[in-house]
Nanobody, 126 residues
Framework: QVQLVESGGGLVQAGGSLRLSCAAT????????MGWFRQAPGKEREFVAA????????AYADSVKGRFTISRDSAKSTLYLQMNSLKPDDTAVYYC???????????????????WGQGTQVTVSS
């Protein structure tokens, strides 16, 4: 069992930055591939970024590539998402998730993730 708690969301103007954090407790953090997803009102949950167990391999949605950076600190059992050059279209509830067995071909599918946080709201004003 893994418990995930997100923080760092808020209101920011377009072009600004935010850093999301996801604190993990429970089973060994380094055993999981970690991901960030987001869900805007009336839309399906969509993949944002993922980082594999090694911490050196990452994957990003095309919509955030070059603007967002995912990272993890195993010593602190914490996942991060640095978001720069934010756009109004980035407005959503952001969720972190942990997957015990998600390979590169499926890491963008929420179906492969076993544990989810409660989400943190990110609002980008124009």
């Amino acid at each position: 069992q893994v418990q995930l708690v997100e923080s760092g969301g808020g209101l920011v103007q377009a072009g600004g930055s935010l850093r999301l954090s996801c604190a993990a407790t429970g089973r060994t953090f380094s055993s999981y591939t970690m991901g960030w997803f987001r869900q805007a009102p009336g839309k399906e949950r969509e993949f944002v970024a993922a980082i594999f167990k090694s911490g050196t391999i990452t994957a990003y949605a095309d919509s955030v590539k070059g603007r967002f950076t995912i990272s993890r600190d195993s010593a602190k059992s914490t996942l991060y998402l640095q978001m720069n050059s934010l756009k109004p279209d980035d407005t959503a509830v952001y969720y972190c998730a942990a997957a015990a067995a998600a390979g590169p071909s499926v890491v963008s599918s929420p179906l492969w993730y076993d544990y989810w946080g409660q989400g943190t709201q990110v609002t980008v004003s124009s």
